[in-house]
């Protein structure tokens, strides 16, 4: 018999994602996975209302884990925590952004240049690893770029892998990305990289490491 929902998305129980069973929420979070990993890592920032409603669900996930820390002596809930530690991630992320189509006021064709970055705080793909030379899609080695470094602090990202396998959504294409889902907060960001080639960018790094 299928048990029934927890409090995943609010910390309301009467929320109507929290309504649904625990079969139902798994199926929820499963497809809502597959849909979004479908965007490239590397972009300028997705379509916000196209994002709206995987953040309603990925981005409540990570909320609600952060919300329930907080409270945390308000609350046993170890099947709870046993459900965020499938998929919890801590640490330094980094994310590509790259040339976009943009439209100019009065231009009937656009043309590519490097966007803003967007710190609309909704979820985003990062990826937990500084070395984009090789194994991502829309990423060339040598090709100039804009990279944030960021760190989760007291949050969480998801760890994209570790839930798609324990809700079944894996996704081969992209299991080498190391993908993060996280906000883009500023509040996060360690540092911002601006022109920079992922080789240049892997280089730096294992130079900060080393040192």
């Given amino acids: 018999m299928d048990k029934a929902g927890m409090m995943l998305f609010d910390n309301d129980m009467n929320h109507p994602l929290n309504q649904l069973s625990w079969n139902n929420q798994m199926y929820m979070i499963a497809v809502t996975m597959r849909q979004f ?8 920032g997705y379509n916000e209302e196209r994002l709206r ?14 919300e329930m820390r907080r409270t945390q002596n308000e609350w046993d809930m170890p099947e709870y925590e046993a459900f965020v530690s499938k998929w ?33 705080g909704m ?9 984009f030379t090789t194994g991502f899609n829309h990423i060339y080695p040598d090709a100039k770029y804009t990279i944030i470094h960021a760190n989760t602090g007291d949050s969480v990202g998801i760890d994209a892998n570790k839930l798609g396998d324990y809700v079944g959504g894996y996704n081969p294409h992209t299991v080498g990305e190391n993908e993060v889902i996280f906000p883009m907060k500023k509040e996060f960001v360690v540092k911002v990289y601006e022109e920079i080639t992922p080789n240049e960018f892997k280089n730096l790094m294992e130079s900060e490491v080393k040192q």
């Fill in 53 to 66: 409603f995987y953040d309603g669900v990925l981005g409540s996930l990570i909320r609600m884990r952060d």
């Fill in 123 to 131: 979820i985003a793909s990062w990826s937990s690893s500084y070395d």
């Fill in 88 to 120: 919890a991630f801590q640490g330094d992320i980094y994310r590509v952004i790259g040339e976009a189509y943009v439209y100019e006021d009065g231009d009937d064709e656009p043309h590519m240049e490097m966007p803003e970055i967007k710190w609309h």
């Fill in 37 to 44: 990993r479908k965007f490239p890592l590397c972009g300028g």
